[in-house]
């Protein structure tokens, strides 16, 4: 069964190091975003020089924010057209669907990606705090990549699903009042992954990941608003989807 060489090299396969099945692979999301990787380096680059304490106080104001039971009413005000933009702030909530990459790097024991096309969802709340400005906690579940083995007399496919939590800072480039907008962000995630069969060996090589995103939003109504976004975690792992949101209050 292990003894054959079934990646037609010459070498017998038991006799490789074939460097191990690899996820979370480069701990930044900017492989295939181009040139906006070389402009959302610069924002992170600012966002590296805050303190550990602001960020952790921005998560919390996100998580508190998010069951105030007295500012929403205020804050949906605030977000209709027509307002003075120099207040505009707002909390909102947001949920989509849409298509993942997931592609694990290299091979472990013969194991190696044979579908890295998936589906997921993403859960959101953010936060509008200056005109052009928010910030963004989500989750997203982006599915799960597909493996094979070379060795045909070893049957399953298994495979490894990826959930990922993520931290954005994201700046609008329309003035806020428009119906429709464009954006880009920058920020942090975390990937977690499991394998659902024991004979998968995999590691993964960061524990957070610098992720970049960028998106369109068609604002519905002065609450609802619809959203297409890219968001890039890692160089294993995209997500593309539609979302829907709404900006809290009565």
């Not at 939590?165 to 942090?188: C, H, M, T």
């Not at 004979?199 to 960028?214: E, H, I, N, P």
């Not at 604002?219 to 975690?233: G, V």
Request: hydrophobic fraction near 40%; charged fraction near 20%; include cysteine.
């Amino acid at each position: 069964v292990e003894n054959g060489d079934f990646d037609n090299d010459g070498i017998p396969d038991y006799r490789q190091d074939d460097g191990g099945l690899e996820t979370a692979v480069t701990g930044t999301g900017g492989s295939g975003m181009g040139v906006f990787s070389i402009i959302f380096l610069g924002v992170w680059l600012v966002l590296r020089r805050w303190k550990t304490g602001h960020v952790t106080l921005l998560l919390v104001l996100l998580l508190v924010g998010t069951f105030q039971t007295n500012g929403p009413a205020q804050a949906a005000e605030n977000c209709e057209p027509g307002v003075d933009t120099e207040r505009l702030a707002c909390w909102y909530l947001g949920a989509g669907l849409g298509l993942t990459h997931v592609d694990p790097e290299g091979e472990s024991n013969g194991w190696s990606t044979s579908d890295d096309s998936s589906a997921g969802f993403k859960l959101m709340v953010g936060y509008r705090f200056k005109p052009r400005w928010f910030a963004e906690l989500a989750y997203t579940d982006a599915g799960e990549a597909g493996l094979d083995n070379l060795n045909p007399a070893i049957l399953g496919t298994p495979n490894i699903s990826y959930d990922i939590a993520s931290l954005f800072a994201g700046y609008w480039l329309r003035d806020p009042q428009e119906d429709w907008n464009v954006y880009g962000k920058a920020g942090i995630s975390a990937i977690w992954n499991d394998a659902n069969d024991v004979r998968v060996d995999y590691d993964k090589q960061t524990s957070v990941q610098l992720a970049l995103g960028l998106g369109a939003q068609w604002r519905i109504t002065p609450k609802w608003f619809a959203r297409a976004e890219l968001d890039s975690f890692d160089r294993d792992a995209r997500y593309l989807g539609l979302s829907i949101g709404f900006n809290l209050g009565q």
